[in-house]
């Protein structure tokens, strides 16, 4: 069965921490958004999706719908922040 014009989006909400201090000192999340994305556009094929950086809201391109976005959300908790404690 078809659905003309029938388009999904896909939310990953993931929270990274690091188990050591980096190497390359990163500043800020924005700092390293940018990073990462840098390095993502870089080594993917131009037909490929491209990645772009939200940190606090202040992403202003045209393509936000049909890029990766690396952002800030607040909604996100650590397993001590849910009351879950840690995993082992």
Not at 43 to 72: F, Q
Request: proline share 5%; net charge negative; aromatic share 8%.
């Amino acid at each position: 069965m078809e659905f003309p014009g029938l388009r999904i989006g896909i939310e990953l909400e993931v929270l990274l921490t690091p188990i050591s201090q980096s190497q390359r000192g990163f500043e800020s999340l924005e700092h390293f958004a940018r990073f990462i994305t840098k390095k993502w556009n870089a080594e993917r094929p131009p037909s490929a999706a491209k990645m772009h950086t939200d940190v606090d809201g202040l992403y202003e391109g045209g393509n936000a719908d049909s890029e990766w976005t690396i952002t800030d959300d607040s909604t996100i908790l650590d397993l001590e922040d849910a009351g879950a404690g840690r995993c082992k």
